[in-house]
């Protein structure tokens, strides 16, 4: 019976999520469609396919205190079941993400030991909730349960009140929405606020915390990070590896705080999981750089660099690189960064660290690895004349060499290290290529809206031909949380050093000279042309393509 109830769901869920606009296989299940499918939605169809009543925690009003008082706090830290109202006769509604969980009901009747009703709610925002209530039930007893170990810790847990809580809590809400970065902000005196970076957007999420608890949160960070509480008059900065209460999320997060005319406010970036490098199939490259970029992780020796400003995805695309070269040959990768964001085994990976007696710069750290007999080695960033010198001096000997730079362009990256002092003719012998990126925001495939002018533009003055479906920023929906943005996508130019533009280089050619020479001999695409393929697919707008690269007048 059970068998055909699940088919029975199964069916009206995908008929409902087909109903809505998604496109799905025929022979589709609720598993395989639930990573492209976002939570809420999910959860409303299977609210609908059930029977049971969807609560939308968004904008619902918060659960009763009565009815969370009565959950132990391991069932609130599991995150997946709110108590949510108390009803007169004693029955409670508890809110779940699945109701089809008979198991996980059970235990919900069993732990309450009350009757229970289901409704069915966003499971991202039940967690929120749950880790809310914690905050609010819990506050002051979790700052001196965490914090009671050090001296400095219990003078400040007292004023404290739950700020261990809340800066769990500010964490997790952050990774469930897929934000790269936390903002600690202060307003004035007294107000401050907390905002998150979602899909290059920043977005307000508290702006009522204050002042007060605002630096209740930050020196409960600096704990964490091991950082000088009693310090506020310096920049500060650091990191730890946070790990959810169920140890489902394993993220580093890196901290910056800074002291303001206001008081201190902190940014936290919110590394990737470890092990979690992406794959480059994923990564939105175009066949032809996919391509050489699996050509350059087959090459045995020679320097490949990518370029963009900071936040354009180069670690990202150097450890997909790592991991492709990972999976198609046996070799030894050692790594220098600052800091280490991805964390992959097969890989030594060495955390820059120049503070004195130390010393470990970058290019301390290349002139040891070249006696660590390594195959492969990735600069985190080349620099500095010395770093250039030494990553060009191991990609001529006989080691591939991956590693960052900041350049507008990929054929600058030649132009830069002959900059650094690297001699033409080393740069002409050791340079494989070179990768320019940036990465712009992807629109809402639910409320874009389709830009007719824009694909005349594309038709007429880029001669696209075909189907070309432009599209604009919509207005919002529940798919994209109001932004009309969902996920950012990367744009690229490859500059692949052939035998006659090493020649144009060895005669000292400027950049634009070797970008005609690269469009005639390889078919080059700049970042706005590789964009406006990603526009004419509808992906992205053509105004963030334009604001992405900085062209004016196209």
């Not at 902190?266 to 992406?278: M, S």
Request: proline share 5%; aromatic share 4%.
């Amino acid at each position: 019976m059970a068998e055909i109830l699940d088919i029975g769901v199964q069916k009206r869920v995908l008929e409902f999520l087909r109903e809505q606009g998604y496109e799905l296989p025929e022979d589709s299940s609720i598993e395989s469609v639930r990573a492209h499918i976002p939570s809420h939605v999910l959860a409303r169809a299977l609210a609908e396919a059930t029977g049971h009543n969807f609560v939308d925690l968004s904008s619902a009003p918060p659960p009763d205190l009565e009815a969370l008082r009565l959950a132990p706090r391991g069932l609130l830290e599991q995150g997946v079941v709110l108590p949510y109202r108390l009803h007169p006769t004693g029955m409670v509604e508890v809110l779940v993400g699945d109701p089809t969980d008979v198991m996980l009901l059970n235990l919900v009747r069993t732990t309450l030991k009350r009757a229970i009703t289901v409704a069915v709610a966003d499971p991202m925002l039940i967690r929120s909730a749950c880790l809310r209530a914690m905050e609010e039930l819990y506050g002051e007893q979790e700052s001196l349960e965490t914090l009671a170990d050090q001296q400095e810790v219990r003078e400040l847990a007292a004023e404290q009140g739950g700020a261990v809580l809340t800066l769990n809590r500010l964490i997790e809400e952050a990774i469930l929405k897929g934000a790269t970065d936390i903002h600690l902000e202060r307003l004035d005196k007294r107000e401050a606020r907390v905002r998150y970076r979602i899909d290059g957007q920043l977005v307000v999420v508290d702006s009522e915390i204050g002042t007060e608890k605002l630096q209740s949160v930050i020196n409960a960070l600096k704990i964490r990070a091991n950082l000088d509480t009693a310090d506020r008059l310096r920049p500060q900065g650091g990191h730890f590896l946070y790990v959810s209460p169920d140890g489902k999320m394993r993220n580093e997060i890196r901290v910056s705080i800074i002291p303001t005319v206001l008081g201190e406010e902190a940014v936290l970036r919110i590394l990737p999981k470890e092990n979690a490098a992406p794959r480059l199939e994923n990564l939105g490259f175009s066949v032809p750089i996919l391509e050489r970029l699996k050509q350059v992780a087959a090459t045995p020796h020679g320097l490949f660099l990518v370029s963009g400003p900071t936040g354009s995805g180069k670690t990202t695309t150097l450890f997909a690189l790592v991991q492709e070269i990972l999976e198609s040959r046996r070799c030894k990768i050692l790594s220098v960064e600052d800091p280490v964001e991805y964390r992959l085994k097969g890989v030594s990976q060495v955390q820059v660290n120049p503070a004195e007696g130390v010393k470990l710069t970058f290019a301390a750290a290349l002139r040891e690895f070249l006696r660590q007999d390594p195959d492969v080695i990735l600069v985190g960033e080349i620099r500095d004349p010395e770093s250039a010198k030494i990553a060009v001096e191991a990609a001529m000997t006989g080691h591939l060499v991956l590693g960052t730079v900041h350049t507008n362009s990929s054929a600058q990256v030649a132009i830069r290290l002959g900059e650094m002092g690297v001699e033409a003719f080393r740069v002409a012998d050791a340079l494989k290529g070179a990768l320019a990126q940036r990465l712009v925001p992807k629109l809402c495939p639910r409320c874009r809206v389709e830009d007719h002018e824009i694909g005349e533009v594309l038709r007429e003055k880029y001669r696209f031909a075909g189907a070309v479906r432009a599209y604009t920023k919509g207005g919002g929906c529940e798919v994209c949380n109001g932004t009309g943005y969902k996920g950012r996508v990367g744009i690229h130019e490859l500059f692949w050093v052939s035998p006659a533009i090493r020649q144009s280089i060895l005669r000292g050619r400027g950049s634009e000279d070797l970008i005609a020479q690269a469009r005639r001999e390889q078919g080059f695409k700049t970042l706005f042309e590789d964009g406006l393929e990603k526009v004419a697919q509808g992906i992205i707008s053509f105004h963030d393509l334009l604001v992405a690269t900085g062209e004016v007048g196209a």
